[in-house]
């Protein structure tokens, strides 16, 4: 059985290494995801917003789509980051492809659609 794995988290919008580190309203978590089969892991990208910074995101744009967004009470990356984290790595199949077609379902994959030899 193939199961996930966190390697690493990124974000291009938070210092990650600084707990004082001002967080905006909504924010981008980039997760590098691999597991024993698939050495080079992958990556899974997941906004995380509040309800507030959505009602405010609201005032600016019609509408937002609601896939691959995480909506918290609290928007510290620390918390955001323990619960993905362990809601990727409950993801387990037959093979890497099956676990990364359930990791799509939470975080945008970077191959989402690819279907090899097409």
Request: one cysteine or more; a negative charge; proline letters at 8%.
């Amino acid at each position: 059985m193939v199961r996930a794995r966190v390697d690493s988290v990124e974000s291009p919008d938070v210092d990650l290494s600084d707990p004082g580190a001002n967080v905006p309203e909504g924010y981008l978590l980039t997760f590098l995801i691999g597991s024993d089969e698939e050495p080079s892991p992958e990556t899974f990208g997941v906004e995380v917003w509040t309800p507030n910074g959505l009602r405010d995101r609201l005032i600016s744009e019609p509408a937002v789509v609601g896939r691959h967004i995480l909506i918290a009470r609290s928007l510290s990356p620390s918390h955001a980051i323990e619960f993905l984290t362990a809601t990727f790595e409950q993801c387990e199949g037959g093979t890497w492809r099956d676990v990364a077609r359930q990791l799509a379902q939470i975080g945008a994959w970077e191959f989402d659609g690819y279907e090899p030899g097409e």
